[in-house]
């Protein structure tokens, strides 16, 4: 008996008019850029300003809706976009071969440890121990990469994120920290291209981080090959920059230009250049939570090298999941190094039961008519008692 040929895969025809309808205006769209960024004929715009973080049709002639290159055949945006079909199920199995079991609430992994720079400037610019800005310079300096696409500031506004790009250890620890607010770090890519880079890499939240895996299986061509690596944000929110006019100055006295430093655990802390430090409940910030964070299912970074946050008990360790082969070996290197030291994350049992429980948060947000494979294993909410 002759066996069975297989099947061929189906030819992917989406385009514009398919992710402007089933992600831009069902609300799934969180305004990550990468179907920006890799738009081949540079007609999806978009807006980087409060209240918008979203892509748009530039092009007049078949409306905001549908796009004259689609439907001659260009599907380069749909291929880019992390939440465009079976996006995750696509960018599990290119990157880990397999789909994620029902427990892996935030993903597969590699390792888990805690982790903090041993250089007590970048320990001290960075945030939680400054593990990224540590690793983006070890990545520079081992040419692993020639440059990095990360949040920076506007000149006249040091809490006015900007996506850029950095080349050499002043730039990343120029931009080090944390701010809270939304930052289409892609967007920096056209820049990078401008200055001859070729080998990025890309620090992001879990929706940025989960474009190049999600374009190189849906092979998306030479749009997606400058990402040789990428560093994943935990990340549960963003807020619209209007949270520093509208609470912290208004109701708590906190003008934006004398803040040093934020970060959250459990609640919104904020250092103040005069020495002070506040708390604000978080319950508070909720209203200013961005539009297109309400939908969004991955706190964990999922598809990245390696994701990474400050969850713990304290703000001198970074969590540090490591993900794919590539980020075990360049981790490995750099504690073999002496760049970053490590220990078990199972040491901060604060942080292994925040990954668990703020992973499913995320995951209870995914609306029930999307893509289903998303919600897999994720346990319904408990019932409260009366």
Known sequence: MTPEAPA??????????????????TGLCTGCAGCVVTCPHDVIGYEHEEGKYKPFHLEEELGLSNCIHGEKGCTTCTRACPRFG?????????????????DEMAGIW???????ATDKTTHEKGQDGGFVSAMLVWLLDNGYIDGALVSGVEHDDAWKAKPVVVRNRDEVLATAGSRYTYCANPLALRDAKELGLSRLALV???????????????????????????IGLLCSKTFDDAIFPELFEAKYGLNKQDMLKMN????????????????????????????????????????????????????????????????????????RDGVIESKPAQDDEVAMKLLRTLSIVSRRRWPEWAEKSVSVGVPPPKKKTT
């Open 8 to 25: 061929k895969a189906e030819r992917w025809t989406a385009q514009w008019k398919e992710l402007y309808e089933q992600v831009i205006e």
């Open 86 to 102: 079976s996006w995750e199920s696509a960018a599990n199995l290119h990157l880990f071969g397999r789909e994620r079991k029902d």
């Open 264 to 335: 959250i655990k459990g609640v919104f802390q904020i250092w103040m250049k005069d020495g002070s430090y506040h708390e604000i409940d978080l319950k508070e910030c909720h209203q200013w939570t961005r539009t297109g964070c309400k939908t969004c299912p991955d706190f964990a970074a999922e598809h990245s090298d390696i994701a990474t946050g400050g969850i713990g008990k304290d703000n001198d360790w970074t969590l540090t999941i490591v993900r794919t082969k590539l980020g075990v070996e360049v981790v490995e290197r750099m504690i």
């Open 204 to 230: 992001g939240m879990g929706c940025q981080t989960s474009s190049p895996p999600v374009m190189w299986d849906r092979k998306a061509g030479k749009v997606s090959k400058p990402f040789q690596f990428t």
């Open 110 to 116: 590699e390792q888990l440890l805690l982790t903090r």
